[in-house]
């Protein structure tokens, strides 16, 4: 599988992070012709730029590094962060469950919605830190069967 095309943009570990990486998966996905995707794209590198900013321990003057590759049948997009600590899906409550720890009442849902945008994902372990990716099928984004 070869890869046509890539990106790696790196991002400050602060809060406005998300919103830069929001408009360049945006910006992207117009230069690469993704419009179709551009959505999901920019939603998923969104969460996942600001799951890294808030939920990571790092060390002040840390990165985020956010990298994009195209072949003819996917999108593959990396979050990588140097922040100690793995992200977990948390699983919506039931219905009728009153006992939703407050931490998820307010969040913790972000990879589900990663989930539910993505075709795949998955978290890389590294010595230092992590990787959060997840892939775009093209022919599905563009309906093709």
Known sequence: ???IRTEQTRYCRNRPAAKAA????RELAEEWQLTEMSDSLESAVSELVSNAVVHGRATRGSRVTV?????G???RVEVRDWATG????VPPP????????ERLAEGGRGLL????LAD?????????????WFELDLAFAAGVS
């Not at 929001?22 to 998966?25: I, K, L, S, V």
């Not at 793995?86 to 899906?89: G, N």
């Not at 039931?94 to 720890?101: A, E, S, T, W």
């Open 113 to 116: 919605m990663v989930g539910a």
């Open 86 to 89: 793995m992200p977990q899906a």
């Open 22 to 25: 929001r408009a360049r998966a």
């Open 94 to 101: 039931g219905r009728g469950d009153g006992d939703v720890p």
């Open 73 to 75: 049948a996917r999108l």
């Open 67 to 71: 990298t994009y590759e195209l072949d």
């Open 1 to 3: 599988m070869a890869v």
């Open 120 to 132: 795949r994902w998955g978290v890389l372990r590294h010595v230092i830190g992590k990787s959060v």
